[in-house]
Nanobody, 115 residues
Framework: QVQLAEPGGGSVQSGGSLRLSCAASGIIFSGYAMAWYRQAPAKQRELAASINNDGNTNYVDSVKGRFTISRDKAKNTVYLQMNSLKPEDTAVYYC?????????WGQGTQVTVSS
């Protein structure tokens, strides 16, 4: 059974930092590209950051320079370090694993940034 466990999240003031983690089980982690999506209230889910098997990363423009995605293959875990957080970063953040044709989602974790 595949599971993407996302402890973490929480509330922080504007300018603060949070680190999200996503521990994968039931998959061969090194064979999957990983990503963090987010969905703000009344908005569509969007890709925030992704990392492939070779460690190449990609970010949505609104988080470039503030967020860093990384993966630890020994721990089967992907991280999202979020710095200089803004109220517009408030959203539910979802971990995502993909290796065509397989795609898996975490349950989501709430991040709230207050001004």
């Amino acid at each position: 059974q595949v599971q993407l466990a996302e402890p973490g999240g929480g509330s922080v003031q504007s300018g603060g930092s949070l680190r999200l983690s996503c521990a994968a089980s039931g998959i061969i982690f090194s064979g999957y590209a990983m990503a963090w999506y987010r969905q703000a209230p009344a908005k569509q889910r969007e890709l925030a950051a992704s990392i492939n098997n070779d460690g190449n990363t990609n970010y949505v423009d609104s988080v470039k320079g503030r967020f860093t995605i990384s993966r630890d293959k020994a721990k089967n875990t992907v991280y999202l370090q979020m710095n200089s957080l803004k109220p517009e970063d408030t959203a539910v953040y979802y971990c995502y694993a993909v290796r065509i044709p397989n795609r898996y989602w975490g349950q989501g974790t709430q991040v709230t940034v207050s001004s």
